[in-house]
């Protein structure tokens, strides 16, 4: 299995591939079905004057990405055993592409 670093930088690495030329930041927000096995993605960019806007050409990254995500969220399931679920169904990831720092904030049910 994998370390959930590793996953983090793939998930860093994909969403750089579809970054614009004048892009600071990144965002992509996920919402993961139970099942694992579709999900809803969004793509935005923050620009060097700080506008936001929408990423539409994004290539496979969103097959690419449901793949990531649910083996982050499986490598959380199995390394990190507890009474309290479910886990997290959906996130905001941001990565800012000059420091190349990667945040994910993590959406849990109520």
């Known amino acids: ?3 959930d670093q590793d996953i983090y930088n793939d998930i ?3 969403l ?3 970054t614009p030329d004048d892009a600071v930041k990144i965002i992509m927000c996920a919402a993961l079905e139970p099942e694992s096995d579709c999900g809803e993605f969004t793509y935005d960019y923050v620009d060097r004057q700080g506008n936001q ?3 539409t050409e994004t290539a496979d990254a969103s097959e690419r990405l449901l793949d990531l995500l649910i083996e982050l969220r499986n490598f959380f399931v199995d390394n990190f055993k ?3 679920k479910p886990f997290w ?3 905001e990831v941001t990565v800012n592409v000059e420091t190349l720092k990667i945040n994910i904030d993590f959406k849990y049910d109520d």
């Open 16 to 18: 750089l591939s579809i």
């Open 53 to 55: 806007h929408w990423i």
């Open 82 to 84: 507890s009474q309290e």
């Open 89 to 91: 169904h959906s996130c």
């Open 1 to 3: 299995m994998r370390s």
């Open 12 to 14: 860093g690495s994909v």
